[in-house]
């Protein structure tokens, strides 16, 4: 039976490829891609469901009086991999782009495909919600 402890293995070991990655102390792996801050957590949905979450902040303090909830859901970043989400924080709008997927087989290059999707996806997201006019 695959654990968590040994996915976060895998994707430490994919992201390696193309990050420095920081093993935090409860085991979650940060890095950076582009500019874009990213967490990759373990959890355990139910027994015999291990799961890996990637959250990606996007962007934050983007300017208050630009719409930035309607530019995400026109399809700012659009893509299969990752689900945007803005807040809106003290200084402006906050997004951040999430992902959670059953990782448990998954071998190193196939870890890396996936989460390199999501990320790509982030900066991509980025970058249009940095660019605004």
């Given at each position: 039976?695959?654990?968590?402890?040994?996915?976060?293995?895998?994707?430490?070991?994919?992201?390696?490829?193309?990050?420095?990655?920081?093993?935090?102390?409860?085991?979650?792996?940060?890095?950076?891609?582009?500019?874009?801050?990213?967490?990759?957590?373990?959890?355990?949905?139910?027994?015999?469901?291990?799961?890996l979450?990637?959250?990606?902040?996007?962007?934050?303090?983007?300017?208050?009086?630009?719409?930035?909830?309607?530019?995400v859901?026109?399809?700012?970043?659009?893509?299969?991999?990752?689900?945007?989400?803005?807040?809106r924080?003290?200084?402006?709008w906050?997004?951040?782009?999430?992902?959670?997927?059953?990782?448990?087989?998954?071998?190193?290059?196939?870890?890396?495909?996936?989460?390199?999707?999501?990320?790509?996806?982030?900066?991509?997201?980025?970058?249009?919600?940095?660019?605004?006019?």
């Amino acid at each position: 039976m695959t654990t968590i402890s040994d996915m976060l293995d895998v994707a430490r070991a994919a992201l390696e490829r193309y990050h420095d990655v920081t093993v935090d102390e409860d085991g979650a792996l940060t890095f950076a891609h582009r500019g874009v801050p990213c967490v990759v957590q373990g959890m355990e949905l139910e027994e015999g469901l291990p799961v890996l979450n990637l959250t990606c902040v996007v962007a934050w303090d983007l300017d208050p009086e630009i719409d930035v909830p309607t530019r995400v859901a026109m399809g700012a970043g659009e893509s299969l991999f990752g689900t945007p989400r803005v807040i809106r924080g003290e200084a402006g709008w906050d997004v951040t782009l999430r992902y959670a997927f059953p990782a448990a087989g998954l071998d190193e290059k196939a870890m890396g495909t996936l989460l390199m999707l999501v990320v790509s996806n982030a900066s991509t997201m980025r970058a249009q919600l940095t660019d605004l006019p």
